[in-house]
């Protein structure tokens, strides 16, 4: 019966708060929270959305914790640059390296920052060095993305037991016409 009472004590908790009572050893928490993943798993996304927190947490390093607005808009900047970068309808990877584009552009601005406020030579060389290493992170994350998107690779399932294989997306293969109709006739 105290177990009932528990359960629905935290039933009425929102998602965030129910996962932190899970992370501190509720077992009750842990089964409710895993019961909304089932049901309603884009429900708790945000929560488990670790680039985004990633990029959060990365603003509120360089704005600080005050500067609720300048996060606001950075936060708005960067997902703007996400969005331009991926397009309208990336696949899944085009979708990873759009995010990981826009954060290491929010990287290089900070070290662009920093660089600028520098007036002592020996910490202007270290972030000299950031800098650097920063652009080449973010200039990586261009080209393989780049790299992807002139690929177009198609969504591949590879069926093994029926020796089936699916292509589906805008990258799939062409097969030369009534070649494919021969393929199915003779399997």
């Not at 309208?88 to 290491?104: D, K, S, T, V, Y």
């Not at 900070?110 to 080449?136: F, K, P, V």
Request: proline share 4%.
């Amino acid at each position: 019966m105290a177990r009932k009472k528990a359960i629905a004590d935290l039933a009425s908790l929102h998602n965030y708060d129910l996962m932190n009572k899970a992370d501190n050893g509720s077992t009750e928490a842990l089964e409710l929270l895993a019961t909304r993943c089932k049901e309603n798993p884009s429900g708790l996304l945000f929560i488990g959305d670790m680039a985004r927190n990633a990029r959060d947490s990365r603003i509120r390093q360089m704005m600080g914790d005050k500067a609720e607005g300048s996060q606001l808009v950075l936060q708005k900047k960067t997902a703007d640059i996400v969005k331009s970068v991926a397009g309208n309808e990336p696949n899944p990877l085009e979708r990873l390296l759009a995010e990981r584009i826009g954060m290491c552009w929010l990287d290089v601005q900070h070290h662009e920052c920093l660089y600028a406020q520098t007036n002592n030579e020996r910490t202007h060389e270290w972030r000299s060095r950031m800098l650097d290493r920063a652009h080449n992170r973010y200039m990586s994350a261009i080209k393989t993305f780049a790299t992807v998107r002139r690929l177009n690779l198609p969504i591949v399932q590879v069926n093994i037991p029926e020796k089936q294989i699916n292509t589906v997306g805008p990258g799939a293969l062409a097969t030369p016409q009534g070649e494919g109709d021969r393929q199915s006739r003779s399997a």
